[in-house]
């Protein structure tokens, strides 16, 4: 377990500290990881080079930290707190459960004492974060909420009905009260956040930026552009826009057959359009001064849409194939659309997608308030892999990790060469080391966690 954590670095679900002070530190970290995706708090650690240092006294510390979340975090948040021995050491270590809050620091109050984990700081929740974690303890959704300003004449439900008429469906008045197209306010019905955002004929008077701005640039930074646009169009539709936007401005290659040429596009369309789609589905529209954003360069393609994951997501379960909607509204209509093939299967069809087309691995990335997905243009040729590093991945697929002793025995060559060759390896991330300190004896190397 500790050797897991130490390969690891710091970030959404994990925080080294060195002891227990400041206690307040650990509390915050403690409020962070639950209103966020949960986390794992390793004490004995250093945070800068996970140096292992241990814990002088860990029953004493273990009644401290319990005392602290028990008196510090409001409401009641119980995380489970555990010593391990490691090597001839004691490491606490703090599981903090993502749950419904949201939790906050009790002596800073319940609106300022707030914290989301934003990569491995922890920051206050501001107004619109918080809001979303109150509707998160509501059970409702940004876009499921009346929108007050408008009118049913304010939706064009003949161009929705038209494009449910693509799919063989009908958008009955009960079927835009399933979808939540319509909701209840009093004894009226109004159109919701979410129908003005898919189907909202003025919606840039409420939403000016719920626009997809596309940019096509010079070279690989935002120096110079191209050519440049928003797209305006009602969801659905916006997304052949925007693919149609990047076809325009990325490259087509010429592929040799047996019989006939045909054309590569520099980017599978399969993993353009769920890039897509993913950012619109997903988008915080709640968020004042962001809109999602396309831009294209020459080595890559980025796609951008404000809001982190939802709650209670990471990276790791997204791509794993959990799915948490931000927008419950907009994904029922792309699912009714079959814009959406499967809940939870977007990113993981991109990574296939890319990976089919013999593309570098998408990268996704969570910054600041916002997500990411970049897509990398040019095809990539596996170098051979040297007998001696398959041997060892073959040999670390079954043991988990290995010394450079083992390693050498494993090759057959001297520990110098053995301890030179898994450097090089480290250097290269396919390994992480993992030991008390640079001058550990005892350390050992394991696979490095994929991303």
Known sequence: MIEGFLARHEGKTLEFKENCRPLARIVRTAVAFANTAGGSIV?????????????????????RLANAFADGIRPLLVPDIQVHAWRKL???????????GPFYVRAEGAQSGVYIRLGSTNRPAGPELLAELLRLGRNTFFDEQPCSETSSDDIDVRAASELFAVVSK??????????????GQGSKMLPSIGAVLLFGKNRERIFPLATIRCARFLGKNTAKFLDQTEIDEYLPQA????????????????EIGRVRRRQVPEYPVEAIREAVINA??????????AGTKVAIFDDRLEITNPGLLPFGLTLETALAG????????????FRELELIEQWGSGLGRINGACRDAG???????ELGTNFRVTLFGDRVKT???PEWQSSLLACLGKKERISTHAAAELWNVPDRTARRRLRRLVDAGVLVEVGSGPKDPYRVYVLREAK
């Not at 009955?172 to 909701?183: H, Y």
């Open 359 to 365: 593309l570098p691995p998408p990268r996704f990335e």
């Open 322 to 333: 959990v799915s948490m909607l931000r927008n419950r509204v907009i994904g029922r209509v």
């Open 43 to 63: 004490i004995g650690v250093k945070d800068k080079t996970k140096d292992v240092i241990g814990v002088a006294d860990p029953l004493v510390e273990e009644e």
């Open 280 to 289: 619109i589905v997903h988008a915080d529209y709640s968020i004042g001064g």
């Open 383 to 385: 170098p051979a892999r």
């Open 239 to 254: 997304v052949d826009s925007v693919v149609a936007f990047i076809e325009r401005h990325t490259r087509q290659g010429i």
């Open 90 to 100: 004691h490491l606490i270590v703090v599981a903090v459960p993502h749950a419904v």
């Open 170 to 183: 009908r958008l009955t008045l009960p079927k835009q009260r399933s979808l939540g197209l319509l909701v």
